[in-house]
């Protein structure tokens, strides 16, 4: 599946409850939802998550979902990856200013690997 801000977070949810998802991909992640609405905790579900899962955060998104936190190796374990766009800001990939040659270049590599990755894991 692929699922933008808070639609990685409904990826997330759904393999760490047994849905059998055979890979997802999250451009710039939100997995806040986990505690504010569920009153759970993001390290928990994504420890149960059960598929590789490419997270593309922003520079601002949050650090655990970034390149070397504790959540991403856990992740990496199971196949997953994570690539940081560090000086983008959250939402760029769907509504970024693409007029900016800078953000577009990094929303089509954010694309890229997405596509890449759903060719490795289908």
């Known amino acids: 599946g692929l699922g933008f801000c808070w639609g990685a977070w409904a990826i997330a ?20 939802l986990e505690e504010l609405v569920f009153q759970g905790h993001v390290e928990v579900m994504l420890d149960k998550v059960s598929m590789p899962l ?3 955060p922003a520079g601002n998104d949050h650090p655990n979902l970034k390149p070397g936190s504790e959540i991403i190796r856990k992740l990496e374990d199971k196949g997953g990856k994570c690539i940081l766009f560090e000086d983008m800001i959250h939402g760029w990939v769907t509504r970024g200013d693409t007029d900016d040659p800078v953000v577009q270049e990094h929303a089509e590599n954010a694309l890229n690997h997405a596509i890449e990755f759903f060719s490795l894991n289908l």
């Open 13 to 32: 949810k759904a393999s760490s409850e047994g849905v059998d998802l055979k890979c997802g991909v999250g451009p710039h992640p939100s997995m806040k």
């Open 54 to 56: 490419l997270l593309l």
